[in-house]
């Protein structure tokens, strides 16, 4: 895995093989964050990377300069091994920068404020997608322009859901684009 852009391009991540991840293809990765590209300023966005694992999405995001990245993630030693590479990457809170080690619907029926990116790319076995995008939304988690985009296998369907707003597929990978209804004047 590498980033593949920001002020870390090409840095080279490299996760031991027994961490239990499926981290986002560099292939899949780079299409997303050229839909991104178009859609946000990097530099004002803060963002939440829910089953962070060792740290892919999250990484890309601190490279190309994001205000805030919180990466949520419950298994010890990808936390350890995503929290090592922010530490080699000279990073610390006062950038922004922070890893917890929780498990994500504990996390979001917590949670609070506002952001304007959560991203969650939960195993592709987990039987509760619909419950995270609940939560992101009875719990008003994303900012009045936010998003809320879900990695999932090409096969799960999210179409009929109320917000939401678009599917991109790449491979076996899909990503599934939500957003608050737009409220007209």
């Keep these: 895995m ?4 920001g ?7 490299r996760a031991p093989k027994h961490l239990p991840v499926r981290p986002t293809t560099d292939m899949a990765k780079e299409s997303l964050f050229n839909i991104l590209n178009n859609k946000l300023y990097f530099e004002e966005v803060s963002v939440l990377d829910l089953f962070a694992g060792i740290g892919s999405i999250t990484l890309e995001f601190i490279s190309r ?8 993630e419950k298994h010890p030693e990808c936390v350890a091994f995503l929290q090592k590479t922010i530490d080699e990457l000279a990073l610390d809170s006062k950038e922004g920068v922070a890893v917890v080690r929780a498990d994500v619907l504990s996390y979001l029926t ?9 991203f969650a790319d939960p195993p592709y076995e987990y039987e509760h997608y ?3 995008i609940r939560l992101v939304f ?4 994303l900012a009045e322009d936010g998003c809320l985009i879900v990695e999932h ?20 990978v899909a990503f599934s684009f939500f957003a608050l ?5």
Aim: aromatic share 8%; proline share 2%.
């Design 181 to 185: 209804d737009e409220v007209d004047d």
């Design 7 to 13: 002020k870390f391009r090409g840095k080279k991540i």
């Design 138 to 141: 009875d719990r008003e988690l």
């Design 110 to 118: 917590k949670a609070y404020g506002k952001t304007d990116v959560i």
């Design 2 to 5: 590498r980033i593949v852009s």
């Design 130 to 132: 619909d419950e995270i």
């Design 65 to 72: 300069g994001s205000t805030s990245v919180t990466a949520v």
């Design 153 to 172: 296998d090409e096969r799960r369907s999210f179409d009929q859901h109320p917000h939401f707003k678009e599917r991109r597929k790449y491979g076996g």
